[in-house]
């Protein structure tokens, strides 16, 4: 039975907490420790990137070496002359990481659409942990040493990780409807700093045994956590009973008000049409939209472009900030990595205050202007801080507020209101698909940026490295 549109309205704040219950709160951590498990694999890389450097050349002494191996196996995992030539191609799998990683992205989109998206997220997160124990540790425990077959292994990896973001965004715009969207997924899309934190946490831990317990223990801890997201996770209200999305009266108008925003500035008020819209489609669910479909919807490419430059920035900092550290300021790598935890704190604060300012104006894109723009002062400081680790700490801080915080918005809150938006009609079909292609185009940006970023510093050091973030 139709309801008036005047009480089917609700605020934001209480239909969120009206329709929470136990299993969005089951549904929010499992998503959030799922995808920080897949970052802290990532993290561990760039976080032990000097001993491997080290351990690949000529220069590296290690004080068990006399005692335990012979000269002529140590010098078999000299794969480069130098540690410029050993920094080059480690930038190289970066960029060969995120361009597989893109790839993967507009295809696990489409497939996490079409097939459940708790099989997919499992999959990859197990068979990803795979690679990487095979690539850091494997490797190293076996004394094999390529780098064609360094390469392969993260090829792979970047697919199979692909598979994380896409589905995790899509679960969770199942469950959490567009009121307090942008709180909800800015506290949520922490999961990535998070991610980063633990995995410079534990890399730091074991960094003193060697760099393959590193890789050893987060390929551990992410395939038990993707044995646990196959048996715990719910994709949909719909496999406990309760209503999806939109399916419910009083849903489906907040969802409405607060799409329109995000898309435009008209307040004319659909409730009643957008109702009977619902009330009819409930019976015949839509069919999942194509790529090209989800490219047309609006928005969805002046964002995906605009994640391009932003990510590029972002995972610049992701990839290089330790090792900047380190070798910029002469601070040991352990140092480093517990240091460049600050980043990920200042993006964690970020997401979470700019969304909550996001969700009381109703419009995202002037609370992402604004940040970026105080962004480029404080990228500014920070290429021109001094050798204090408290000043560079909270100058760090600061820059993953305002450069963080507008990439999780984009990456998860932005990415949900653009897969919902009224064209296609509340269908969660759409929402890995649109994810997808948002953080691939996004990705194909950052991949580029490796590269940018390593022959920028080469010749140019790292002050026009900062100019070049700036420009972004």
Not at 51 to 67: D, G, L, V, Y
Not at 124 to 141: D, H, I, K
Request: include cysteine; charge should be negative.
């Amino acid at each position: 039975m139709a309801v008036p549109g005047s009480l089917r309205r609700q605020p934001s704040n209480r239909g969120l907490v009206s329709h929470c219950t136990h299993h969005h709160i089951v549904v929010f951590l499992l998503t959030f420790f799922s995808y920080s498990l897949l970052h802290a694999s990532r993290k561990t890389f760039s976080n032990v990137k000097v001993s491997i450097s080290s351990q690949w050349t000529p220069s590296c002494q290690n004080s068990t070496a006399p005692e335990l191996r012979p000269y002529e196996l140590w010098n078999s995992s000299h794969l480069f002359p130098n540690k410029e030539e050993a920094t080059l191609f480690l930038g190289t799998l970066d960029t060969i990481f995120l361009f597989s990683y893109a790839v993967g992205l507009f295809v696990s989109g489409i497939v996490g659409d079409r097939l459940n998206l708790r099989w997919v997220l499992s999959f990859g997160m197990c068979s990803s942990a795979l690679v990487v124990f095979s690539f850091g540790t494997l490797t190293e425990w076996l004394h094999f040493y390529n780098k064609w077959f360094y390469c392969c292994l993260w090829v792979v990896n970047g697919l199979l990780q692909s598979t994380g973001w896409p589905c995790v965004v899509a679960v969770m715009g199942n469950w959490f409807g567009k009121a307090g969207r942008g709180f909800v997924f800015g506290l949520w899309s922490a999961c990535a700093s998070v991610g980063n934190i633990l995995g410079a946490f534990l890399a730091s831990c074991v960094l003193k045994y060697g760099y393959e317990y590193a890789f050893l223990v987060t390929a551990s801890v992410q395939f038990a956590g993707g044995v646990i997201v196959f048996f715990g996770l719910l994709t949909s209200p719909k496999e406990v009973g309760l209503p999806e999305l939109g399916a419910d009266e009083d849903e489906g108008s907040v969802e409405e008000d607060a799409n329109r925003p995000l898309m435009g500035d008209d307040d004319i008020d659909d409730d009643d049409r957008n109702y009977s819209i619902q009330a009819t489609d409930n019976d015949s669910q839509p069919k999942a939209i194509g790529f090209f479909q989800a490219c047309c919807l609006p928005g969805v490419v002046l964002y995906s472009l605009a994640y391009a430059c932003l990510k590029l920035v972002n995972y610049s900092f992701f990839f290089w900030l330790p090792f900047y550290l380190s070798n910029n300021f002469g601070w040991k790598e352990a140092e480093a990595d517990q240091l460049s935890i600050w980043y990920d704190v200042g993006g964690i604060i970020g997401g979470t205050i700019q969304g909550l300012i996001s969700d009381v104006l109703q419009k995202r894109a002037p609370v992402l202007a604004v940040s970026l723009l105080f962004a480029v002062g404080s990228l500014f400081g920070y290429s021109r801080s001094p050798n204090s680790k408290p000043i560079n700490a909270v100058i760090m801080a600061i820059t993953g507020f305002f450069i963080g915080g507008p990439s999780n918005m984009i990456s998860s809150a932005i990415s949900a209101d653009l897969g919902r938006q009224d064209v296609v009609k509340g269908n969660s079909e759409a929402l890995a698909t649109v994810t997808g292609i948002v953080d691939g185009t996004g990705s194909i940006g950052a991949a580029v940026g490796q590269y940018l970023v390593s022959l920028i510093q080469e010749n140019l050091k790292w002050m026009w490295v900062f100019y070049f973030f700036i420009l972004m």
